[in-house]
Nanobody
Framework: QVQLAESGGGLVQAGGSLRLSCAAS????????MGWFRQAPGKEREFVAR???????????YYADSVKGRFTISRDNAKNTMYLQMNSLKPEDTAVYYC????????????WGQGTQVTVSS
């Protein structure tokens, strides 16, 4: 089993920055990749960014078009922690942000955190 805990959300003005953290515990050796998702009120949960977890082949990342150039995903395996640096925030970024982990070979996210609220005011 893997447990995930997000932190770092809050209220920020448009153009500001926030850094989200996701701490993983439990059977962390089984993690293949981790990602960030977000869900705004009345909308479906959407993909934000993904990062591989293995140290064998270096870091590989992928971003949704809506956040490219503004958000950066990173990881610190020694601390079992993933980060999402969010810059140039827009009101449209307001959502609950969720951390997720991939442990199965099919690449599906099978562990989720509780979420952290990010609110961007104009």
């Amino acid at each position: 089993q893997v447990q995930l805990a997000e932190s770092g959300g809050g209220l920020v003005q448009a153009g500001g920055s926030l850094r989200l953290s996701c701490a993983a515990s439990g059977r962390t050796f089984s993690i293949n990749a981790m990602g960030w998702f977000r869900q705004a009120p009345g909308k479906e949960r959407e993909f934000v960014a993904r990062i591989n977890w293995s140290n064998w082949n270096g870091v590989n990342t992928y971003y949704a078009d809506s956040v490219k150039g503004r958000f950066t995903i990173s990881r610190d395996n020694a601390k079992n922690t993933m980060y999402l640096q969010m810059n140039s925030l827009k009101p449209e970024d307001t959502a609950v942000y969720y951390c997720a982990a991939v442990t199965s070979v099919d690449g599906r996210y099978d562990y989720w955190g509780q979420g952290t609220q990010v609110t961007v005011s104009s």
